[in-house]
């Protein structure tokens, strides 16, 4: 099933169309102070990449799906701002350029398995310079009582309505949450789409995000708690 995808894409946007003002104003206090381009590679339709434009930093992103970099390229041209964007992977990231900073908020970081994200953290560090800042969301594990379920939302925008049923899984042994998602599109009233996707979240133990930042060559590792979730920092010596 693809993940990712435009109906995927087109909720999103409508479901969460701005960042969260506490998790966007910490990142741009502390990306404002990187001396060189930031990276953000798993950077969607651009939710934080566009506004961080807009606010003079010169950023490029990554993600490896078409339709949320297709929408993120929309919003910069709506705005007269410029991003470098690549289809690319976060573990087989290759861009040719070296960076002063990067970050992944929204815990986007968790949507990888854990080998693919330790895979990430190294090929993330050869694309940052000396002194180079990073700074990763992520999920904490869930108590023992988490009991997820379904959670349909439906949004609105005119004639179309794109209505999301998500059944969910916890995996206790692994820390795995399991995403099924449908989206269901309809105009008029009519159904003219349905796309499918499945997404597996990872959640992390503070001490195993620092592991893992210093397995990937990162020092000065610290694990923050701002208002909107769990970070960890990391600097490149």
Same mark, same amino acid.
């Given at each position: 099933?693809?993940?990712?995808?435009?109906?995927?894409?087109?909720?999103?946007?409508?479901?969460?169309?701005?960042a969260p003002e506490l998790a966007l104003a /910490?990142?741009?206090?502390? $990306?404002? *102070?990187?001396?060189?381009?930031?990276?953000?590679?798993?950077?969607?339709?651009?939710?934080?990449?566009?506004?961080?434009?807009?606010?003079?930093?010169?950023?490029?992103?990554?993600?490896?799906?078409?339709?949320?970099?297709?929408?993120?390229?929309?919003?910069?041209?709506?705005?007269?701002?410029?991003?470098?964007?690549?289809?690319?992977? $976060?573990?087989?990231?290759?861009?040719?350029?070296?960076?002063? *900073?990067?970050?992944?908020?929204?815990?986007?970081?968790? $949507?990888?398995?854990?080998?693919?994200?330790?895979?990430?953290?190294?090929?993330?560090?050869?694309?940052?310079?000396?002194?180079?800042?990073?700074?990763?969301?992520? =999920?904490?594990? @869930?108590?023992?009582? @988490?009991?997820?379920?379904? +959670?349909?939302?439906?949004?609105?925008?005119?004639?179309?309505?794109i209505r999301l049923i998500s059944r969910t899984?916890?995996?206790?042994?692994?820390?795995?949450?399991?995403?099924? +998602?449908?989206?269901?599109?309809?105009?008029?009233?009519?159904?003219?789409?349905? =796309?499918?996707?499945?997404? @597996?979240?990872q959640s992390y133990t503070p001490d195993e995000?620092?592991?893992?930042?210093?397995? *990937?060559?990162?020092?000065?590792?610290?694990?923050?708690?701002?208002?909107?979730? /769990?970070?960890?920092?990391?600097?490149?010596?």
């Amino acid at each position: 099933m693809q993940s990712y995808g435009e109906l995927c894409t087109q909720f999103y946007d409508l479901d969460k169309p701005q960042a969260p003002e506490l998790a966007l104003a /910490w990142y741009r206090r502390h $990306l404002q *102070a990187a001396k060189g381009p930031v990276l953000e590679p798993m950077c969607g339709s651009g939710r934080f990449l566009v506004p961080l434009a807009e606010a003079g930093i010169v950023l490029d992103g990554a993600d490896p799906s078409e339709p949320m970099l297709k929408a993120c390229r929309r919003k910069l041209d709506a705005r007269g701002l410029y991003a470098g964007l690549s289809q690319q992977t $976060l573990e087989a990231l290759d861009l040719g350029k070296v960076y002063a *900073a990067a970050f992944i908020p929204s815990s986007s970081f968790c $949507l990888l398995g854990k080998a693919a994200a330790q895979q990430g953290l190294h090929r993330l560090r050869a694309h940052l310079g000396h002194g180079a800042a990073v700074y990763i969301e992520f =999920e904490i594990p @869930h108590g023992a009582d @988490h009991i997820p379920g379904a +959670n349909p939302r439906t949004v609105t925008e005119g004639k179309r309505q794109i209505r999301l049923i998500s059944r969910t899984e916890y995996d206790a042994r692994t820390r795995v949450e399991t995403f099924y +998602n449908q989206y269901e599109l309809k105009i008029s009233g009519r159904v003219v789409q349905l =796309e499918e996707e499945v997404l @597996h979240l990872q959640s992390y133990t503070p001490d195993e995000m620092r592991l893992m930042l210093a397995s *990937a060559g990162f020092t000065e590792i610290e694990v923050e708690h701002p208002e909107f979730g /769990w970070v960890v920092t990391a600097r490149v010596g």
